[in-house]
T-cell receptor
């Protein structure tokens, strides 16, 4: 079955810097790759996603890139702000409308 | 947030007792999911449903059962709770496009 690995597990940056979180997946049939942001004590929130027919997608300060050949995708956050501090999860689709999640990256943005 | 509620939001129970968690949606989405979230493990799928009375197991289904008698309700039951089932439980919903939206979560403690 699908396996998703996520790195790094923690990431500390200064406000204004960029942050990059990377995920790899194992199933070449996966075709949907979402990213979720989870603030402390809250539910995971879908912030951006990409499908296999697209190589890059941007939404203001966040972007996601996908390399299907290498089976990896990444989340890029530019001009980080303290409110970006949260845990971020990547996921990859598997059969029957299911997702397999990475183990999460704790992002800390220091003022 | 999508129209998803979970009840109870917090519960403390003793080992060996049965526990039922409820997920209710007002979006009329076909797919519903139960995940557990534990430190270092991300979100792991317990069971999911692809229609009324249609359910299947996820990767960590041992000790759990589910039922879906109506489109809007998906119940997760721990027949005999164990300390290893102490966790935060999230329900999610989806339509045909793989996008999953999460409920607010239930924090369960088994003593």
């Amino acid at each position: 079955g699908e396996n998703v690995e996520q790195h790094p597990s923690t990431l500390s940056v200064q406000e204004g810097d960029s942050a990059v979180i990377k995920c790899t997946y194992s199933d070449s049939a996966s075709n949907y790759f979402p990213w979720y942001k989870q603030e402390l004590g809250k539910r995971p929130q879908l912030i951006i996603d990409i499908r296999s027919n697209v190589g890059e997608k941007k939404d203001q300060r966040i972007a996601v890139t996908l390399n299907k050949t290498a089976k990896h995708f990444s989340l890029h956050i530019t001009e980080t702000q303290p409110e970006d501090s949260a845990v971020y999860f990547c996921a990859a689709s598997t059969g029957f409308q299911k997702l397999v999640f990475g183990t999460g990256t704790r992002l800390l943005v220091s003022p | 947030d999508a129209g998803i509620t979970q009840s109870p939001r917090h519960k403390v129970t003793e080992t060996g007792t049965p526990v039922t968690l409820r997920c209710h949606q007002t979006e009329n989405h076909r797919y519903m999911y139960w995940y557990r979230q534990d430190p270092g493990h991300g979100l792991r799928l317990i069971h999911y449903s692809y229609g009324v009375k249609d359910t299947d197991k996820g990767e960590v289904s041992d000790g759990y059962s589910v039922s879906r008698s109506k489109t809007e309700d998906f119940l997760l039951t721990l027949e005999s709770a164990t300390s290893s089932q102490t966790s935060v439980y999230f329900c999610a919903i989806s339509e045909w496009d793989y996008e999953q939206y999460f409920g607010p979560g239930t924090r369960l403690t088994v003593t």
